[in-house]
């Protein structure tokens, strides 16, 4: 017995650091002038998604993809970066940055929180998120935020877990809603395909989804009175990290540049560049 209690004890100290990621130090970096940051994710359309050659792209991709390049010219560093994880779990990809030390980042759709503050490092925000209230086509448009129970009462509303979505929706439901009836999902895409397989699904998505949607020519509809925008993304570091403030320095030139706004069209299109001016208003 005490043999089977020490095997299980180290096989938990072995497995138990394999959980989070590991990256080099911005101060190790800096000292070495080398090394490699490791980059978590959880696939987002727009953000974190794979082009038709199964490579990882999006808007995160390509910003921190810049920002290595930002790093290695000014700081004359050879600096790297690689991918973690397998993108499938915003919670999974968020606890596993929020545990891992050095230079780890988290992309995706991470919204800035004072919740999140206390448990991770954020980025300066690079968007302000645009989430939409969702069914499919046939279903009534809703008008009125005090009218949901009668116009989405035999509907279903799904959500991924942890999301600030769930948050949303529970809120909905405790002030305007009691009877709603909540399935949780593990991510965002799972609640992505139900939203089209059942025709009596409703749900927040943010507007990456909905433009991957619309691009699909899904049986999307919008319920505007029900749209929020007014919270920001960003990319989380582990709240040891001492990367922070050499993000924040990229950003200052970066997030209004040409090059910024060029990439944002690039991965959003037309219609998700208008959505966002006109939620900024």
């Not at 942890?162 to 999902?185: A, C, H, I």
């Not at 990367?243 to 970066?254: H, K, N, Q, S, T």
């Amino acid at each position: 017995m005490k043999k089977l209690f020490t095997f299980f004890a180290l096989l938990v100290t072995w497995y138990a650091p394999a959980q989070n990621y590991s990256g080099d130090s911005w101060s190790k970096v800096n000292a070495t002038r080398q090394g490699t940051i490791s980059l978590a994710y959880v696939e987002t359309p727009a953000f974190v998604y794979k082009d038709a050659a199964g490579n990882l792209t999006g808007i995160c991709v390509d910003m921190m993809n810049d920002f290595v390049a930002w790093v290695n010219k000014t700081k004359g560093i050879k600096l790297q970066s690689r991918f973690v994880g397998d993108g499938s779990s915003f919670q999974g990809m968020y606890t596993r940055v929020k545990g891992s030390s050095g230079g780890v980042f988290g992309l995706g759709n991470i919204t800035i929180t004072d919740e999140r503050r206390r448990e991770v490092k954020f980025s300066p925000p690079f968007i302000t998120n645009f989430a939409i209230l969702i069914t499919q086509n046939q279903i009534p448009t809703l008008t009125r935020m005090e009218d949901i129970s009668k116009v989405f009462g035999t509907l279903t509303a799904y959500t991924a877990k942890g999301t600030l979505n769930e948050k949303r929706l529970l809120e909905l439901k405790q002030k305007y809603f009691p009877g709603m009836k909540l399935v949780t999902l593990n991510t965002s895409p799972e609640v992505y395909d139900k939203i089209f397989s059942d025709p009596n699904a409703f749900s927040y998505l943010d507007l990456a989804f909905y433009l991957k949607a619309v691009n699909e020519k899904k049986p999307v509809k919008r319920h505007p009175v029900g749209d929020k925008a007014a919270e920001q993304f960003g990319i989380i570091m582990p709240l040891n990290s001492d990367w922070g403030p050499v993000l924040e320095e990229f950003f200052a030139g970066y997030i209004n540049s040409p090059q910024y706004k060029t990439m944002l069209a690039r991965h959003l299109g037309e219609t998700g560049i208008k959505l966002l001016q006109g939620a900024a208003k």
